[in-house]
C-alpha cells in the first residue's frame, strides 16, 4: 500500500500554486516550511499512579495576515510533518476565507480514547501549559480538530488563565456557550461544507433536488453536512464511520443514524440499511455527491479512477492526494477544495473570536446568516475565478482556490516588506 506524507503532498499544492501565478523560488522557500515549530514532551499522571510521556506540537506557518489560528488534534498517528501540513492548509484556508488570520495547527499523539476524562484532562491542560507562551488572543488561536471538542476547549481555556492569571476567552475558540462560545460553531464546518456543496449542485444541475449522496466519516462534520443536505433535498443513501458503512437506497434519515451511532458507538447498526460496506467501497459508489468527512489521503492514485460521483465536496482535510485529483480532473469530476468546502469552522470561530471581543454581541441567528453568506460568497468567488481567469480543461478549482489564497499571502508578505 502506497504511504502518503500529508506534509509532501502539502508542498506539491504550494509548488502548483507558484508556478501558475508565476512567482520566484523564494516565495516557495518562505512558505514551504513553518515560521516555527515547536515540540512538547508532556508528562501526565495517569489514574493508577503511573507517569506516562506524551509528544505534542504546535505549528506556527505563517503570521503575514494575521495571528495563527487552527486546531489541535489528538490522533495515535499524528506527527510532526502532519501538524505542518495542517498548519500550511489552514493558511490557505483562512486566506482564502478573507479573514485576518494566519496558519497554525497542534496535535498530541495519543489515542483519546484509551485515557480516562481526569487523564485526557491532565494532558490538555499539561499540553496548553507547554505551549502557553506561544498563544494569545492576537498571538495564536486553537481551536477544535479531531478528537477534541468544546470540553477540551474549557480546559485549555482555563489553563492558560491561570498561567497568565487573567480571563482571556479568546484564547481559544470551539468553547461551550457558558465560556463564551457559540452553539453555532457546532455545526458550522459541516454546515458549511453543505453550503458549498450547495451552491456548486446548483452550478452543476441547478440544485440539491433528488442528488444522492454518500458520506465517509460519521463525526460532527460528516453528520451536519448529511444532516443539512437531506433538509435541502438530496438523498443521502451512504455513510460510514471507523468500522465501516450502510447503504439505504431510498435514503436514511441522518438524525436517525447518529442516534444509532452515539447509542452503539457505529453507523453500522442502523436496522434499517439494505447493506454494510466498507469505508474504501463507500468511496466507490454511483452517487451524484461525494463527501470525504474523516482523515487525509483517502482518495489516492489507486482509487480515483474508481471514484463514480460527478461532485466531491472535501469535509476532512486533504482527503484528496494531487496524484489522484490529476485523475479526477481527467474524469470531469468536480472537488470543492477542503480549504473551502471545510472552512466554514475557521469562519464560525473567528465570528466567536470578534463575539468574545465584543464583549458577546451577535445573536446566534446572525451568526449562522453571516456563515451562510460567507460560504456561499466565497463559493462563487472561487468558481468564478475559476471559469473566467484559468484554462478549466487544464486546471481545477483547487488551483482556483490555491491561486486565490496564495495571492493573498503573497501580497500580505510583500506590504510588510518579508520579500
Known amino acids: 500500500m502506497v504511504t502518503h506524507d500529508p506534509y509532501e503532498e502539502a508542498k506539491k499544492q ?12 523564494e516565495v516557495y522557500e518562505i512558505l514551504a516550511y513553518p515560521e516555527r515549530l515547536l515540540q512538547v514532551r508532556i508528562p501526565v499522571k495517569m489514574d493508577d499512579g503511573s507517569v506516562k510521556v506524551f509528544i505534542g506540537w504546535r505549528s506556527q506557518h505563517n503570521s503575514a495576515l494575521g495571528p495563527y489560528k487552527g486546531g489541535v488534534r489528538y490522533h495515535p498517528n499524528t506527527d510532526a510533518h502532519e501538524v ?13 476565507a478573507g479573514l485576518p488570520y494566519g496558519g497554525g495547527k497542534g496535535g498530541i499523539r495519543v489515542d483519546p480514547h ?16 507547554a505551549i502557553s507562551d506561544l498563544v494569545g488572543v492576537d498571538q ?41 462560545g457559540m452553539q453555532t460553531r457546532i455545526i458550522a464546518t459541516g454546515f458549511g461544507t453543505a453550503v458549498a456543496a450547495r451552491e456548486a449542485a446548483k452550478k452543476l444541475w441547478g440544485g440539491l433536488e433528488g442528488k444522492t449522496v454518500a458520506v465517509q466519516g460519521y463525526g460532527n462534520a460528516g453528520y451536519y ?6 433538509e435541502w433535498g438530496a438523498k443521502v ?55 470525504p468527512a474523516a482523515i487525509e489521503n483517502v482518495i489516492t492514485e489507486a482509487n480515483a479512477d474508481k471514484i463514480k460521483a460527478k461532485l466531491i465536496a472535501e469535509a476532512a482535510n486533504g482527503p484528496t492526494t494531487p496524484d489522484a485529483e490529476v485523475i479526477l480532473t481527467q474524469k470531469g469530476i468536480i472537488v470543492v477544495p477542503d480549504i473551502l468546502a471545510n472552512a466554514g469552522g475557521v469562519i464560525m470561530s473567528h465570528i466567536e473570536w470578534v463575539n468574545n471581543r465584543m ?28 471559469q473566467n481567469k ?13 491561486a486565490i489564497a496564495v495571492d493573498r499571502v503573497v501580497r500580505a508578505m510583500k506590504l510588510r516588506g518579508w520579500i
Open 14 to 25: 504550494l509548488r502548483q500554486a507558484i508556478e501558475l501565478l508565476g512567482l520566484g523560488e
Open 84 to 96: 505542518i501540513a495542517l498548519s500550511m492548509w489552514m493558511t490557505w484556508k483562512n486566506s482564502l
Open 114 to 129: 484509551k485515557l480516562s476524562k481526569n487523564e485526557l484532562m491532565r494532558l490538555s491542560k499539561a499540553y496548553f501549559e
Open 140 to 180: 495564536d488561536i486553537p481551536a477544535p480538530d479531531v478528537y477534541t471538542d468544546p470540553q477540551v476547549m474549557s480546559w485549555f481555556f482555563d489553563a492558560y488563565a491561570k498561567v497568565k492569571r487573567g480571563q482571556y476567552f479568546g484564547v481559544v475558540t470551539g468553547k461551550p456557550l457558558d465560556l463564551g
Open 225 to 230: 453536512a448529511a444532516k443539512y443536505l437531506a
Open 237 to 291: 443513501i451512504a455513510v460510514s464511520d471507523s468500522r465501516g458503512g450502510i447503504i439505504v437506497p431510498d435514503g436514511l434519515d441522518p438524525d436517525e443514524v447518529k442516534k444509532v451511532k452515539n447509542e452503539t458507538g457505529s453507523v453500522i447498526n442502523y436496522a434499517k440499511a439494505t447493506k454494510k460496506i466498507t469505508n474504501e467501497e463507500l468511496l466507490e459508489l454511483d452517487v451524484d455527491i461525494l463527501v
Open 359 to 386: 464583549g458577546g454581541w451577535i445573536t446566534e441567528e446572525e451568526a449562522k446568516a453571516r456563515l451562510e453568506q460567507k460560504m456561499a460568497n466565497n463559493f462563487l468567488r472561487v468558481w468564478d475565478y475559476w
Open 390 to 402: 484559468l484554462d478549466t480543461s487544464k486546471y481545477n478549482m483547487r488551483a482556483a482556490a490555491y
